[in-house]
């Protein structure tokens, strides 16, 4: 697809950053970025827990909990934020004293998602718990609540999704996205939450004396799992996200985390000591949740929960196996997509305002894949639906957004205007899941695609990349690449940077079919630089290309423990 290049605004630079190498600091003032201590990462400077709406009262649960060892129950959610959440609090309880805490993943093909009536029953028949704290879930769980409550179980809800107009009546809630909360970090992922839950309540127990006669577990040492649950669950990395993913990332590249990150980061082939925050994304993060997309998230939880190194590696190994064959089964579905589109007579230049798509065959668990990557090809609002089950008359979709298009708020928009159309839906701005009646299909694509016509400029449907502009020939090296290495972390919203420029072909190669490897030359620089493309559709490219213009990220490719600059290429454009 034809993608817009433009340059991002570049503020004025503050004073404060102009001991920065000079390129760096128009990177991050072009990110906001105006005062050192913003990149600095200190915790220290994190926002504070007490800040949270209805710390006291959580505390007061937990508290009572310990106290009394009552029976805790962890609610999780099927990805690998609800994995990393689920894992952290049972971590942390279990350090903390707690004698019974347990966890339950609900199996997103029998349950669904949240702490629904069902989940409950299943709970109170095989968990009998005391408590039930949810993580990831359970602001819009008022039915699965109320089960509880009639039950006599207690309920704190931990979580970050955006909230309805009527709260679950939970004894506790704590989500910096309900009202009137002042938490500064609206963009805060579940394990951030369930983190911050934990780490107040180690502080008040601290405070009442509970571990004078008990060891007392220093919560730095989840920071490792806070950061692969953040990154996977690609929320924006405002100040205080990128805090705990930097001290994350410190940690595993000094070794001190979890065996369950170090096996993942293994059978990934990925080097634990140089890691980086795409290597969360990209390599540990879809094996975690592999198994919550095609068998069972308790895999992954397990695998985080092990000590053992060989426990470790043998959960790890089943991760790698389930994520193999989820690709295998997205592969099929992306190529099914793409034929009914073209069935449809839809191509790059005659393209719906958004893309809806169901069929009987698809996979559940891997239709939020195939919305993205349907997102990504054609840049329009999309949403693939499977069924529920066989018997069932209910199909689930995935969505998948733009910038500019608020997905959740626009699928609330169809349900206010088509009352009956959706089951159940949530989520955030750029990601949502629903379910409709399967007669509901057409109705609900119709009406999905009205609203995104009503909402979406031309400048919103057109795919742009934004960039950080040329690089002078000199920056163009080894060192200014892993100085912005280490500059970040980079991820959503705080995105690494992008340059542009023209240079010379001096030579190509095609890898594995589908990656072009090529030589370049600078026209103002002599020596030879190497650049990547991945994932090429080989229908546009020629071996008569001269010269071609590159968005690029400058990248450090390491082997045999020697490092070399590389572009890895965003975009390219022959030019002769």
């Known amino acids: 697809m034809t993608k817009l290049i433009k340059q991002r605004p570049i503020p004025p630079i503050s004073d404060s950053l102009q001991h920065l190498h000079p390129v760096l600091a128009r990177v ?33 649960l937990l508290t009572q909990a310990l106290q009394q060892q009552q029976r805790i129950l962890i609610v999780g959610d099927f990805d690998a934020d609800g994995a990393t959440s689920t894992s952290v609090v049972v971590l942390a309880l279990r350090a903390m004293g707690a004698n019974s805490v347990d966890y339950l993943v609900p199996n997103r093909f029998k349950f669904g998602y949240g702490l629904t009536p069902e989940i409950v029953e299943v709970a109170l028949n095989e968990k009998n718990p005391q408590l039930i704290i949810t993580v990831d879930n359970g602001i819009s769980s008022r039915e699965g609540v109320e089960r509880a409550k009639q039950a006599g179980v207690k309920v704190l809800i931990t979580d970050h999704h955006l909230t309805g107009k009527q709260l679950p009546d939970a004894d506790a809630i704590i989500n910096p996205n309900q009202a009137n909360c002042p938490f500064p970090s609206k963009s805060i992922a579940g394990v951030g939450v369930a983190f911050y839950v934990m780490a107040a309540l180690c502080t008040h127990l601290k405070s009442i004396g509970w571990f004078n006669n008990r060891p007392m577990p220093r919560m730095s040492d989840f920071l490792d799992i806070v950061a ?26 000094a ?26 994304a990209f390599a540990v993060a879809p094996r975690l949740n592999a198994a919550g997309r095609l068998d069972d998230m308790s895999h992954g939880i397990e695998c985080l929960l092990a000590d053992s190194p060989i426990l470790a590696q043998q959960y790890a190994q089943e991760l790698d196996d389930l994520n193999i064959e989820r690709r295998s089964i997205e592969g099929d579905m992306q190529q099914q997509a793409l034929a009914t589109m073209q069935q449809l007579n839809f191509n790059e230049e005659n393209l719906p305002p958004a893309i809806v798509l169901f069929d009987a065959s698809w996979h559940q668990g891997v239709i939020g894949i195939v919305a993205g990557r349907l997102k990504e090809k054609f840049h329009r609002p999309s ?23 608020h997905i959740r708020d626009a699928i609330e928009l169809v349900t206010v205007r088509h009352a009956g159309l959706v089951s159940y839906f949530g989520g955030h701005a750029m990601a949502a899941g629903m379910t409709i009646p399967r007669a509901n299909f057409q109705a609900f694509q119709q009406a999905f695609s009205q609203v995104i016509a009503e909402q979406a400029t031309e400048e919103h449907l057109t795919a742009t990349i934004l960039t950080d502009g ?20 980079w991820g959503q919203a705080f995105p690494e940077p992008i340059f542009t420029g023209e240079f010379e072909l001096r030579d190509f190669a095609v890898l594995k079919e589908k990656h072009l490897k090529w030589l370049l030359k600078h026209p103002v620089m002599g020596e030879d630089l190497e650049a990547i493309a991945f994932n090429v559709d080989m229908r546009q490219w020629s071996a008569q290309t001269q010269r071609l213009f590159l968005a690029y990220r400058l990248d450090v490719n390491t082997f045999r423990n020697k490092s070399r600059l590389q572009l890895k290429v965003d975009y390219w454009r022959a030019l002769s």
Do not use: W
């Not at 929320?235 to 410190?250: F, K, M, S």
């Open 255 to 280: 070794g001190q985390c979890r065996e369950g990150i170090k096996a993942l980061l293994a059978v990934a082939k990925r080097e634990r000591e140089t890691i980086q925050a795409e290597d969360l």
């Open 228 to 253: 692969l649950g953040t990154v996977a669950d690609v929320v924006a990395l405002d100040d205080n996200n990128r805090i705990l993913v930097a001290q994350g990332l410190e940690r595993i590249r």
């Open 470 to 489: 040329e690089l002078a020939a000199q920056d163009i090296n080894l060192e200014l690449a892993q100085l912005l290495r280490h500059s970040g972390p």
């Open 28 to 60: 991050y003032a072009a990110r906001g970025i105006e005062h050192p201590q913003q990149v600095q990462h200190q915790l220290k400077t994190l926002a504070r827990p007490e800040q949270l709406l209805g710390m006291p009262q959580a505390l007061a």
């Open 383 to 405: 949403i693939v639906f499977a069924p529920v089950d066989e018997q069932s008359d209910l199909i689930k979709g995935s969505a998948r957004s733009i910038n500019g298009i």
